[in-house]
């Protein structure tokens, strides 16, 4: 990049105070002469800069009347704009920050490369984690992963099938109203190539319909299974695709979010397409689940909400959002619990179906937790606790208080005889990911992880 200096007193005149009047300003005829020495020095030096730049955004195939080249500077999933959208030249000018421009530029390169490797697969191995939305005020918008997983594998095969065990093995449909079937056929019709029959084989350890997130896990497993099989790949950079093609199907980002990225997610949809951001996760945060035995259906949830609020819980609850992104992104465990307090969805399904609820986030506050609150619609309640440190089992327990905080839980739950189960985990800072396929994308040279 060029740089041109001009003398500092070459074009500032020497303005001077008439010696009668004390009150007229004057410029010398020296003064003058300068400041038009001044305006054809950068003049010339505007025009020759101006040509630089002109040379430097024509091809050099092009003759000299073409227009500059343009490149795309980002791909939106269906956005109906797409084609119309602005484009600027490769010779903007990249500042620290433009990661996404770097990032495009990038792919722009590679991307010859990248359409040559990327082949139909056989069969596929997706593992997906649970998540816990609305986090309190968060509602539909705010959500974490949580270090419990499911594995899909789905398989080219003669007929269509779906196999499970573990949690909910028998309760999940086996026909193509499962999600993960819903999540596959999505990746297809989005890569435009004919879906084949497959055989889906699913080993589930998230709770299913509890609250944790299971069929934003089954979308999420199943777009990814699609995507590999078909041999597609999606923009991520200025477009995250995936997102929109889980949350077109979920119909909101707090749980689909964290599954894909993991972490703590904030999501929203812009006018034109669903974006996130990442919460910073404390350190020794730990997760203490009361998971009741009964199942509790989204919908009929939903079906106790009213379509509008006041004007004072929506302040109420836009305060607590900002207070719990707050004492995630700095640390302070101590206001989690105002920051997960809520009026838009808690007190009402409380008062109609979770009666055990407020009792159980008090009951797991006084024992030490920072917070507590419903996980997604429920039943589950999610308490916060802090002081892990490494491996758990090698701490002292008397350093930890997730003890304290699960048998106070487990008394509550005895006191309003609602019969489950206690599990102990943390946030997962990973989200969904390929731990097998057929045939690999390794190679003799290159190894990815879990030698996929």
Same mark, same amino acid.
């Given at each position: 990049?060029?740089?041109?200096?001009?003398?500092?007193?070459?074009?500032?005149?020497?303005?001077?105070?008439?010696? #009668?009047?004390?009150?007229? +300003?004057? @410029?010398?005829?020296?003064?003058?002469?300068? &400041?038009? !020495?001044?305006?054809?020095?950068?003049?010339?030096?505007? !025009?020759?800069?101006?040509?630089?730049?002109?040379?430097?955004?024509?091809?050099?195939?092009?003759?000299?009347? !073409?227009?500059?080249?343009?490149? /795309?500077?980002?791909?939106?999933? #269906?956005?109906?704009?797409?084609?119309?959208?602005?484009?600027?030249?490769?010779?903007?000018? &990249?500042?620290?920050?433009?990661?996404?421009?770097?990032?495009?530029?990038?792919?722009?390169?590679?991307?010859?490369?990248?359409?040559?490797?990327?082949?139909? /697969?056989?069969?596929?191995?997706?593992?997906?984690?649970?998540?816990?939305?609305?986090?309190?005020?968060?509602?539909?918008?705010?959500?974490?992963?949580?270090?419990?997983?499911?594995?899909?594998?789905?398989?080219?095969?003669?007929?269509?099938?779906?196999?499970?065990?573990?949690? %909910?093995?028998?309760?999940?449909?086996?026909?193509?109203?499962?999600?993960?079937?819903?999540?596959?056929?999505?990746?297809?019709?989005?890569?435009?190539?004919?879906?084949?029959?497959?055989?889906? #084989?699913?080993?589930?350890?998230?709770?299913?319909?509890?609250? &944790? %997130?299971?069929?934003?896990?089954?979308?999420?497993?199943?777009? =990814?299974?699609?995507?590999?099989?078909?041999? #597609?790949?999606?923009?991520?950079?200025?477009?995250?695709?995936?997102?929109?093609?889980?949350?077109?199907?979920?119909?909101?980002?707090?749980?689909?979010?964290?599954?894909?990225? %993991?972490?703590?997610?904030?999501? =929203?949809?812009?006018?034109?397409?669903?974006?996130?951001?990442?919460?910073?996760?404390?350190?020794? +945060?730990?997760?203490?689940?009361?998971?009741?035995?009964?199942?509790?259906?989204?919908?009929?949830?939903?079906?106790?909400?009213?379509?509008?609020?006041?004007?004072?819980?929506?302040?109420?609850?836009?305060?607590?959002?900002?207070?719990?992104?707050?004492?995630?992104?700095?640390?302070?465990?101590?206001?989690?619990?105002?920051?997960?307090?809520?009026?838009?969805?808690?007190?009402?399904?409380?008062? !109609?179906?979770?009666?055990?609820?407020?009792?159980?986030?008090?009951?797991?506050?006084?024992?030490?937790?920072?917070?507590?609150? &419903?996980?997604?619609?429920?039943?589950?309640?999610?308490?916060?606790?802090? %002081?892990?440190?490494?491996?758990?089992?090698?701490?002292?327990?008397?350093? /930890?208080?997730?003890?304290?905080?699960? /048998?106070? @839980?487990?008394?509550?739950?005895?006191?309003?005889? $609602?019969?489950?189960?206690?599990?102990?985990?943390?946030?997962?800072?990973?989200?969904?990911?390929? $731990?097998? $396929?057929?045939?690999?994308?390794?190679?003799?040279?290159?190894?990815?992880?879990?030698?996929?």
């Amino acid at each position: 990049m060029y740089s041109y200096y001009v003398p500092y007193n070459l074009y500032l005149p020497h303005w001077t105070v008439d010696k #009668h009047t004390r009150s007229t +300003l004057t @410029m010398t005829s020296n003064d003058t002469t300068k &400041l038009a !020495a001044t305006a054809l020095v950068a003049g010339g030096l505007g !025009a020759l800069l101006s040509y630089y730049l002109s040379q430097r955004q024509r091809p050099s195939s092009s003759p000299p009347n !073409a227009l500059a080249h343009t490149t /795309r500077t980002s791909f939106i999933f #269906h956005d109906p704009t797409n084609e119309t959208t602005p484009t600027t030249s490769d010779a903007t000018v &990249l500042f620290p920050h433009s990661h996404e421009e770097r990032m495009r530029r990038r792919i722009a390169a590679r991307m010859s490369i990248e359409e040559e490797n990327s082949q139909p /697969r056989r069969s596929v191995t997706v593992r997906v984690p649970a998540s816990s939305a609305n986090c309190g005020p968060g509602f539909d918008c705010i959500g974490l992963a949580v270090d419990l997983w499911t594995e899909v594998t789905v398989s080219r095969a003669e007929t269509f099938e779906i196999t499970a065990e573990g949690e %909910g093995a028998d309760d999940m449909p086996k026909d193509e109203t499962n999600y993960i079937v819903t999540g596959v056929k999505a990746a297809y019709e989005t890569a435009e190539k004919p879906m084949p029959p497959l055989k889906y #084989h699913i080993v589930s350890r998230i709770p299913y319909a509890r609250g &944790l %997130g299971s069929s934003s896990a089954a979308i999420v497993a199943g777009i =990814i299974a699609g995507l590999v099989l078909a041999g #597609h790949r999606l923009p991520v950079w200025g477009s995250e695709s995936l997102l929109q093609i889980a949350a077109s199907i979920e119909g909101h980002p707090d749980n689909v979010a964290p599954v894909i990225y %993991g972490g703590f997610q904030i999501g =929203i949809h812009n006018g034109t397409r669903w974006i996130t951001e990442r919460i910073p996760t404390p350190p020794g +945060l730990q997760l203490v689940m009361f998971i009741p035995d009964f199942i509790g259906k989204t919908s009929a949830a939903r079906g106790l909400l009213k379509d509008t609020i006041n004007r004072q819980d929506a302040a109420f609850n836009i305060g607590r959002v900002a207070f719990l992104v707050h004492a995630l992104a700095v640390g302070n465990l101590d206001n989690l619990k105002w920051g997960v307090q809520d009026k838009m969805h808690q007190p009402q399904r409380a008062a !109609a179906i979770y009666p055990h609820l407020y009792p159980m986030i008090k009951a797991a506050e006084e024992a030490g937790a920072c917070c507590a609150y &419903l996980s997604g619609a429920g039943p589950t309640v999610m308490a916060m606790t802090s %002081g892990a440190s490494g491996d758990i089992f090698t701490q002292r327990e008397k350093e /930890r208080t997730d003890f304290t905080v699960a /048998r106070a @839980m487990m008394e509550v739950a005895q006191e309003f005889n $609602v019969k489950g189960r206690i599990v102990v985990t943390q946030a997962s800072q990973d989200g969904a990911r390929v $731990v097998k $396929v057929d045939p690999p994308f390794s190679t003799a040279d290159i190894t990815f992880r879990d030698n996929v």
